[in-house]
């Protein structure tokens, strides 16, 4: 069972990448911060990229994020589509952990840095979907 914590490997390489503010102006730049938003709002708040399969997100569309990476990056776009084999906790933290591995190496990042940012991570149509609900038990 993989943790937040086992995420750390990949913090250097998103040091160097992760733009002070917004996405930066490359594809790595933007590849960091939406994989970095992804991996995130999984641990802090529980929120997935798409909660109209099995898994319950919580109240935060993330859904733009990984509609970016599925559209611009064809390695993204296979990891991201096994959301729909995700049952438990688990299944959903490796598939997070398998984008990061695939994406977040020296090889991948330098490529994507020599090209120049595409559209915006902030706002992306595509595949995945974020469905708001009503929790009763909630006092928000």
Partial sequence: MREWKDFDVFEDIINKYMPLRGEGDTMASQAVTAINKLVYKWFNDGDVFDNTY??????????????????????????????????????????????????????????????????SIYDCDGPYKFEYFEDEDSDW
């Fill in 54 to 119: 099995r898994m319950c997100g919580w109240m935060n569309d993330l859904s733009s994020y990984a509609n970016w990476l599925s559209s611009n990056l064809k390695v993204a776009k296979n990891i991201l589509s096994k959301i729909e084999f995700c049952y438990i906790d688990d299944d959903y933290t490796n598939l997070l952990y398998g984008l990061c591995d695939d994406i977040l190496n020296l090889e991948c990042l330098e490529a994507l840095d020599k090209l120049p940012k595409i559209g």
